[in-house]
C-alpha cells in the first residue's frame, strides 16, 4: 500500500445498491452472505433490550472496529442479525499511518489498529449510507422471507481520544451531522435506484445517533475522561458510554489471570500502561459522579467493559512494539473487572442482584459458547469482534443468536429479562450473590476452562503449497474473515484449475492481514489474487499487479502479461456472479 493512496475507498450508494440487487438476483447472497446465514428472530423468544432507552430487537452487534466503519460491513452484521452497532471510533486525527500487517488472529487475538482509517466527514457519509441502506432492506420484499420482522435497531457514535480533539470543529460537525443528517440523507436519494427506486423519498429518521461511547483509549487521564464526557452532555445533548481499560483491574490482578491462571506465558503483559491509565479508585469514584451529573441534566450514562489490552508485541507478526489483545483471555479480565466493579459499587449497575441505574454495555470475546453466560450476568448488549474474525466471519452471528434462544427458551422463559430472572434464581439457590459473581467463579475455577492457553495454541490449518493468482483449495476463508468484504469468487472458467477463483476488491482492502493468516496455503491473497481497481487514482498511486476497471466491468488497463489480463477479462465476462456491475468509478 502506498503512504500516497488512502487505505480504504468506499462504495458509492449507488453501487452499493447495485450490488446488493445482482448478488441477490444471480446467487441469494448479499456482500457475499448466504441467505442461510440471514437471522429472523423466533416470535416465541424475545431478545430485545432497551439501549440507554431506545428499543433494539437483539442484544449483539459489531463492536467498534473492524466491522463498523463501512456501510457494508453494517449491512452484513444487520443481515446476521446485529441490532446495536458500535460504529469505530472517529478522532481528529484522520491520516494515521498504521502499520501492515494489523489484524493477527492465530490464535486469541491482537491487533494494532485502532481508529478510524476514512476521513471524518467520509465516516459520516458511510454511516449515513448504512442507515439508509437498513431502511431500504427492511422494506425491500425480496427479503421479507428471510429476514422476518426485523425490529429496531441503534447506532451507537464512538469518538476519542481527547477533550480538544473532540471540541475540533472537525469530530463536533461529524457529531452535529449523526444528530441531524438531513444534508446526507438528502445528498445520497438520487442515487437510489432499480428495485430500490420506490423508496427514493422515503422519510428516513435524520437522527442518526444520539449516543455515544466515548473512547478513553490507554493513557487517558481521569481529568480528562469527566471533561469530555461533561462536554459530550452539555454541547452535544448526548448520552454517554465511557468505555474502560482492562488495566482497571490492576496489574497484579491481569499478569496472574493471563499468565498464571491462563498459562499465556508468552503474553508480556505491559505494566507500564497501568501506571498511566485511570486507578480502581478514583475509578468508581468517577462512575458515581459522572452518573449523577448526567441525571442532573436529563441524560443516562453508562459504562462499556473493556478496552483491549495493551501488551508487549512478543510475535513478530505485526510491526509495532506495542499490541492490544483481545479474545478469550480478555473476556475473563472483564468479566472479572465487572465482578469486582459490582462489588465495589452494590446496587449501581443494571445487573441481576444489584438493581442499579447504570447499563453495562460489554465487549470482550463474545462467542457462539459463552453469549447466554455473558448476557446473564445483565450485561446490554454483548458486541463482538474477535470471533467474526474467523472463518465464516459475518456467517458466525445468527448461529449466536439461535443458540441464545435455545437457552432462553430452556429455561422456560420467553425473554431476556425473565431469563435473566431465571439463572439469578439458580444461582443464588447454589449460594452466589449474583450472576455475575457465578460466572467468574466459573471462568476462573476450572484447569480445563475453554479459555486456557492449551485450549487456543492451535494455529489455522496449513498445506504444503505456494498460493497462485489462479487456483486454490478453495476454502472460502479469505471471503469470509476479510471484514470490509473485499473478496468475491467466480466459478472457474473450463480448463482452468479448481472451482472457484477469487478476486479482490482493492478499494475494500486495508491489508490488515487477516486473509493471509487463515489462508492454508503459502502467501497473501490480498496480494496474490487477482486485484481489480474501479478508481482511476488508486490505480495510479499503487504498484504491484492491478486490474483497473470501467463502469461496465471490463479491464481497460493492467500491471500484469497479456495471459493473465485475458484469463481475468474472461473471468469478468463469463456472468457467473460478478457483484461489479453497478460499479461508478
Request: hydrophobic share 40%.
Amino acid at each position: 500500500m502506498s503512504d500516497a493512496t488512502p487505505p480504504l475507498t468506499p462504495m458509492s450508494m449507488g453501487a452499493l445498491l447495485g450490488r446488493i440487487e445482482y448478488e441477490w438476483a444471480s446467487r441469494k447472497k448479499i456482500f457475499d452472505l448466504p441467505n442461510a446465514r440471514f437471522w429472523s428472530p423466533d416470535p416465541d423468544v424475545d431478545l430485545s433490550f432497551e439501549f440507554l432507552g431506545r428499543p433494539c430487537a437483539s442484544p449483539i452487534g459489531p463492536a467498534a472496529g473492524p466491522h463498523s466503519q463501512m456501510a457494508q460491513n453494517i449491512v452484513l452484521a444487520w443481515l446476521g442479525g446485529g441490532r446495536l452497532f458500535e460504529l469505530k471510533t472517529v478522532q481528529v486525527l484522520d491520516d494515521l499511518e498504521i502499520g501492515r500487517p494489523c489484524i493477527d488472529m492465530q490464535t486469541i487475538g491482537y491487533n494494532i489498529e485502532w481508529s478510524q482509517e476514512l476521513e471524518v466527514a467520509a465516516s459520516l457519509e458511510e454511516y449515513a449510507k448504512a442507515w439508509m441502506a437498513l431502511e431500504l432492506l427492511r422494506r425491500w420484499e425480496p427479503l421479507a422471507d428471510f429476514v422476518g420482522e426485523p425490529g429496531p435497531h441503534v447506532f451507537d457514535m464512538s469518538v476519542g481520544y481527547d477533550l480538544a480533539g473532540i471540541q475540533s470543529d472537525k469530530v463536533a460537525s461529524f457529531i452535529r451531522g449523526m444528530r441531524d443528517a438531513t444534508a446526507s440523507i438528502d445528498a445520497l436519494r438520487p442515487e437510489i435506484d432499480g428495485s430500490f427506486a420506490e423508496f427514493r423519498d422515503l422519510d428516513f429518521d435524520p437522527v442518526i445517533s444520539d449516543t455515544l461511547t466515548l473512547s478513553t483509549f490507554h493513557g487517558c487521564p481521569p481529568e480528562e475522561i469527566e471533561s469530555i464526557t461533561k462536554h459530550l452532555i452539555d454541547e452535544h445533548q448526548l448520552d454517554v458510554i465511557v468505555k474502560l481499560n482492562p488495566t482497571l483491574l490492576g496489574y497484579e490482578d491481569v499478569a496472574a489471570i493471563v499468565n498464571d491462571e491462563l498459562g499465556y506465558d508468552t503474553v508480556s503483559v505491559k505494566e507500564s500502561a497501568f501506571a498511566e491509565d485511570l486507578q480502581f479508585e478514583r475509578g468508581i469514584e468517577l462512575i458515581g459522579e459522572l452518573n449523577q451529573y448526567a441525571k442532573d441534566r436529563g441524560r443516562t450514562f453508562g459504562i462499556k467493559l473493556t478496552n483491549t489490552l495493551v501488551v508487549d508485541n512478543t510475535c513478530g507478526f505485526m510491526p509495532e512494539d506495542t499490541m492490544y489483545l483481545s479474545g478469550a483471555p480478555l473476556h475473563v479480565i472483564s468479566t472479572s473487572l465487572l465482578h469486582k466493579l459490582a462489588t465495589a459499587l452494590p446496587d449501581t449497575f443494571m445487573i441481576p442482584g444489584h438493581d442499579g441505574d447504570i447499563m453495562v454495555s460489554f465487549s470482550a470475546g463474545v462467542t457462539k459458547d459463552n453469549l447466554a453466560d455473558t448476557l446473564a450476568t445483565g450485561v446490554n448488549p454483548a458486541t463482538i469482534c474477535s470471533d467474526l474474525l474467523k472463518p465464516g466471519g459475518y456467517g458466525r452471528m445468527a448461529p449466536m443468536l439461535k443458540a441464545l434462544t435455545s437457552a432462553v427458551a430452556g429455561t422456560g422463559a420467553t425473554d431476556l429479562a425473565s431469563y435473566r430472572a431465571v439463572r439469578q434464581g439458580e444461582v443464588e439457590a447454589a449460594g452466589h450473590p449474583s450472576t455475575s459473581a457465578e460466572y467468574v467463579a466459573r471462568l476462573r475455577g476450572h484447569e480445563d476452562s475453554p479459555y486456557r492457553f492449551e485450549n487456543n495454541e492451535k494455529l489455522p490449518r496449513a498445506v504444503d503449497n505456494e498460493l497462485e493468482m489462479f487456483g486454490c483449495v478453495a476454502c472460502n476463508f479469505c471471503i469470509t474473515v476479510c471484514p470490509n468484504d473485499a473478496f468475491f469468487s467466480i466459478k472457474s472458467l473450463e480448463g482452468m484449475p479448481d472451482r472457484q477463483q477469487y478476486l479482490l476488491l482493492t478499494e475494500l482492502c486495508n491489508e490488515c492481514g487477516n486473509c493471509m493468516v487463515f489462508c492454508p496455503e503459502e502467501g497473501d491473497p490480498a496480494q496474490i489474487k487477482p486485484r481489480l481497481y474501479t478508481d482511476p487514482a488508486l490505480y495510479a498511486g499503487r504498484e504491484g499487479q492491478g486490474f483497473f476497471l470501467d463502469d461496465a466491468g471490463r479491464v481497460t488497463e493492467a500491471r500484469a502479461d497479456d495471459d493473465t489480463i485475458s484469463l481475468v477479462q474472461q473471468l469478468l465476462e463469463s456472468d457467473q456472479g460478478l457483484p461489479l456491475h453497478e460499479v461508478e468509478s
